[in-house]
């Protein structure tokens, strides 16, 4: 393996050609990004990880590139993940995101990086968990990780994140089609974004319906002292921030609905409330460590799976195995079931005692 220490005393460093270079090394899987980044693993963990995943066309990139540049007037630096769903050849929609983002692009605070939604060995959660290390090792406060919100590998970047925001827009459908979409497992926040459309109060106030039905109770965001005629389900948004902290046994998280006009940069701020809360919430109630914890496991089994996969697919002992199995199959001497049974029994008896 490459020696990748002079990677890392570069990226404690905080040099952007380093990060830059990291992160590629990562993202491919090449030769000494194992051992680069069990050497960041000490660095890493301080990082906020939100995830931001709905339909294409929603809003994604200019709600990040907005949200970016509100955490950058408070101090904070941010590092950008955006998974582009559409062909890895073309750049179409990274060039996209790119200009659209641009602004945020020219500060050395924010980093963004877009990654092609194909081709990771180790598979998409894996790899984007990874590069998010690569930021968190560097220093950025937040990373953002834009997916769009339609498949399974999709979805599984949720797992690697400590919020996700599901961003709707009043197209998207009623409350009730949403929360059948299957968003509704991951979503921490809800974002109806386009709120300057027709359409998106109404999305809103079904949404917090549809929660507060799935939660059996729509009002958990009320504190007792509060008017019980309220119409409709309090969000964590009109929460001040100083309640943060002071309702830590109130059972699980109801996930608030902010509106925002990312356009217009209207809703910005109360999205980030919501972040904020959302952290705290985690904090408080010890489900960032448990959720760290799961994550870490989950690494493991991945980083295995890996292996043994790069393993079974380039060492010349399986491969061999694995040709005679398939000639067997093309030949209809043995089903497929057969065949991989076979392979699996010689590997193990070759790798035993
Ligand atoms: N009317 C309106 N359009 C918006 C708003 N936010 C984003 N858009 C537009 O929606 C389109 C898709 O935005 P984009 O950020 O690329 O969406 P993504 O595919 O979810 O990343 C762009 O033309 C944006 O300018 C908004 O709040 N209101
Ligand atoms: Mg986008």
């Known amino acids: 393996m490459v020696a990748p220490t002079p990677i890392i005393e ?14 590629s090394l990562v993202e491919n899987g090449s030769p000494g990004s194992e051992t680069l980044l069990a050497g960041l693993h000490p660095l890493v963990g301080t990082a906020r990880r939100i995830g931001i995943t709905g339909p294409p066309g929603g809003g994604k990139s200019t709600l990040i590139e907005r949200l970016a540049s509100h955490y950058r007037t408070a101090g904070l630096t941010v590092g950008v993940i955006a998974i582009d769903p559409s062909s890895p050849f073309t750049g179409g929609a990274l060039l996209g995101d790119r200009i659209r983002m641009e602004r945020a692009a020219v500060d050395p605070g924010v980093f963004i990086r877009s990654m092609a939604s194909r081709g990771s060995l180790g598979g998409m959660a894996t790899t ?31 797992s690697v994140c400590d919020t996700t925001v599901v961003v709707l827009v009043p197209e998207s459908g009623d409350g009730i089609q949403v929360m059948k979409a299957g968003l509704m497992e991951i979503a921490d926040i ?9 359409g998106a109060d109404r999305l809103r106030q079904e949404l917090e319906v549809a929660i507060g039905l799935k939660g059996g109770h729509a009002f958990r965001h009320v504190p007792a002292h509060h008017h019980p005629e309220l119409q409709t389900a ?73 292996a043994l996969r790069r393993w079974l697919w380039s060492d010349a002992g399986p491969r061999a195995a694995l040709e005679t199995a398939l000639a067997d199959v093309a030949a209809g001497r043995r089903s497929p079931y057969e065949a991989a049974a076979g392979v699996v029994e010689r590997l193990r008896g070759s790798n035993g005692a």
């Open 234 to 306: 309090k969000t964590a948004r009109e929460k001040t921030p100083s309640d943060a902290g002071t309702d830590g046994s109130d059972g699980p998280w109801a996930p608030p609905v902010i509106a925002t006009a990312a356009l217009r940069d209207e809703g910005i701020g109360e999205l980030r409330g919501a972040l904020d809360q959302h952290a705290a919430y985690l904090e408080r109630g010890g489900g960032l460590q448990a959720r760290r914890a799961r994550q870490l496991a989950q690494r493991t089994r991945d980083v295995v799976e890996r």
């Open 128 to 158: 984007t968990g990874e590069v998010a290390d690569v930021m968190d090792a560097y220093g950025f406060d937040r990373i953002l990780i834009e997916t769009v919100g339609v498949g399974q590998s999709e979805l599984d970047i949720a």
């Open 10 to 23: 570069d990226l404690k460093a905080r040099k952007p050609a380093a990060l830059a270079r990291a992160i």
């Open 190 to 198: 809800y974002v109806v974004n386009k709120a300057d459309r027709p």
